[in-house]
């Protein structure tokens, strides 16, 4: 089983960034890398996650792009020596949240609408389940395809007539 890592525009719900990695690849090592998709001249303001992302690597890339790191400090969270960006602002972050205690931290900080995302992105991970490619990187590839800006509603209601080959040839065509 592959697992798409994602990141996705809270806005526009568009898909920014994707890595794909077999299942015994954790999430949070493959931040750094989803962020170096997004063109450096591109300016994030956050960048929102689950605790899983609460390492010094993650921290560390997202300070290093200029971003706020929305993510909550793990139950037991102590503070990290003060080194760096990332590390900083994960201990401000991690003195607000037993100041104020979680749920609070959690509605101040935004870190609800993260769950629009993450619903865009449980759809897309579900393309992982049904690969017609046999090989790795042809899967990588066939996600890729399916993940680009999707069909409008509209526009599929009036290739309904068409074949699966030339709904597929429509997918591919848009433009990002």
Partial sequence: MHDPERGGDEETLEVRAVEVTTSNVGDAPMLPNLLDQIPPDQKLGSVTA???YD???????IAVRGAD????PRK?????KPTSAGAIAR???????????RALWRKLTGYHRRSRV???MHCVKLLGQSLMARDFETQVAEIQIRIIRPLSSDQWRKRSHSSTATRQSAYLSQSP
Avoid: F, M, Q
Wanted: hydrophobic share 35%.
């Fill in 50 to 52: 689950d605790g899983a």
């Fill in 69 to 72: 790191a929305i993510i909550p």
């Fill in 76 to 80: 037991n969270a102590k503070p990290w």
């Fill in 91 to 101: 201990n401000e972050a991690v003195r607000a949240s037993k100041y104020l205690g």
């Fill in 118 to 120: 993450e619903t865009k």
């Fill in 55 to 61: 390492t010094p690597k993650c921290h560390e890339a």
